[in-house]
C-alpha cells in the first residue's frame, strides 16, 4: 500500500492560515481535529506505507536520547532518496496524520501560551525543504540526522547518529552548517566527541559550539570538504587546549 501526502494546494493554504495567525486552523490541529478530505491528498508509490510503523511514545520533558529508537527505527522503514525526503508534504502529513498521536505527547499544544501557530508551522507543518527547517521538523529529523550521520554498514553504524541525539545542539550548529554539510566535517567532528568522551562530559554545548565556530573561521582559508575525515579530525585535535579553556554555556 502507498503512503499518502498531502497536495502542493493544501499544505500552502494551511501554511499560510497558520502564518496569518488563523486561531480556528490552530485549534483545530491543537485538538487533533484538522479538516482535510481525499483531494488534498495524493498516494504515491515511491513512499512507503508507514501505518504498520510505532513509534516509541515520547514526552516532552523526555531527554532527546529516548529518540535515538525511533529514528533508526522510522529510517530503516523508510527507504527513500533525499530528494524525496526534502518534501514537506511528507513530513506534514506524517506529523499531522500518521503520527498525530506521537506528535501530541512530543508536542503538546495546550502547552504553548504564545505564538501558537508559529510553533505548529514549524514542528508540526514543515515550512520548507532547507535542511534547518527539516531538522526542526520532529518527524523529519528522525529520518535526516540517520541519514546524516550513520555509516554505510557494521554493527555500530548508528554510533554518530546515537551521539546527534545525545545532544540535539548538533542539528542546530553542525549538521545545517555550511562546514557540517560535508560529510567529512561532520563525522570528523561526532567521532572526536566520541573518541574523546572526557574532553566533553562538562560544557560539551559549548565546546561543540567552539569547534563549530573555529571550523568556520579556518575556511577562509582551507577547503574542509576537500579534506578527509582524518584530516579534519587532526585540526580538531589540534584545538584541544582551547576546547578545555572553552567553560562558558554561550
Known sequence: MAQRIFT??????????????????????????????ASS?????????????????????????????????????????????SDPRLWSYLALVTFRDYMGKKRPLKAVKKNHSSYILTHYVCPGSSIRNLLLHDIALLWWIPYLTA??????????????????DYTRHLLPGTQGRAVSVRHAVLEFVV????????FKESRIRFIMRRLNMDAGYRLFPMLSKDEVKII???????????????
Not at 510503523?53 to 529508537?69: C, G, M, N, W, Y
Not at 573518541?195 to 562538562?202: I, K, M, S, V, Y
Open 41 to 85: 491528498t495524493l498516494s504515491l508509490d515511491s513512499y512507503p506505507d508507514l501505518d504498520a510503523v510505532k513509534l516509541d511514545d515520547p514526552s516532552a520533558r523526555a531527554p532527546d536520547t529516548k529518540q535515538f529508537p525511533n529514528a533508526v527505527k522510522l529510517y530503516e522503514a523508510l527507504r527513500i532518496t533525499p530528494f524525496q525526503a
Open 195 to 202: 573518541e574523546n568522551a572526557g574532553l566533553f562530559r562538562e
Open 236 to 250: 580538531i585535535d589540534g584545538m584541544r587546549a582551547q576546547i578545555e579553556e572553552c567553560r562558558d554555556s554561550d
Open 151 to 168: 555509516s554505510k554498514e557494521g554493527d555500530s553504524r548508528y554510533q554518530l547518529t546515537e551521539e546527534v541525539f545525545s545532544n540535539l
Open 8 to 37: 502542493n494546494s493544501f499544505l500552502n493554504q494551511l501554511s499560510n492560515s497558520l502564518r496569518r495567525g488563523d486561531l480556528t486552523v490552530s485549534q483545530s490541529v491543537a485538538d487533533g481535529k484538522l479538516e482535510f478530505d
